[in-house]
Nanobody
């Protein structure tokens, strides 16, 4: 199983960016999907969006609610993170993660498959 994030880069405050997470080698139909970030500077990993592929669960961190959204293209096996209204404090390395084994009340706790991350820098 391989997850590869792309689309990161430098963007001005107030701008938008869309990250992609391409999944290969994974054939499960029901799985949890998480987007996380590790701010720069800082070391804490923050869960920003969590959902399940078949629906039924969706959560957004307060820090991104109303500005970030997630979508997926099943034909391309790709997840997307749309980020609008970016702020300097959104500067971070962003990761996508998935797993078919998950807790129904906390699907993104302990996901097994992760990408290597992509850097997003918000600065003027």
């Amino acid at each position: 199983v391989q997850l590869v994030e792309s689309g990161g880069g430098l963007v001005q405050p107030g701008g938008s960016l869309r990250l992609s997470c391409t999944i290969s080698g994974y054939r499960r139909n029901d799985f949890a999907i998480g987007w996380f970030r590790r701010r720069v500077p800082g070391n804490e990993l923050e869960e920003i969006i969590c959902t399940t592929n078949l629906g039924g669960f969706s959560s957004y961190a307060d820090s991104v609610k109303g500005r970030f959204s997630m979508s997926r293209d099943s034909d391309k096996n790709t997840l997307y993170l749309q980020m609008n209204g970016l702020k300097p404090e959104d500067t971070a390395v962003y990761y996508c993660a998935i797993d078919h084994e998950y807790y129904s009340d906390d699907p993104c706790d302990g996901l097994d498959y992760w990408g290597k991350g992509v850097l997003v820098t918000v600065s003027s």
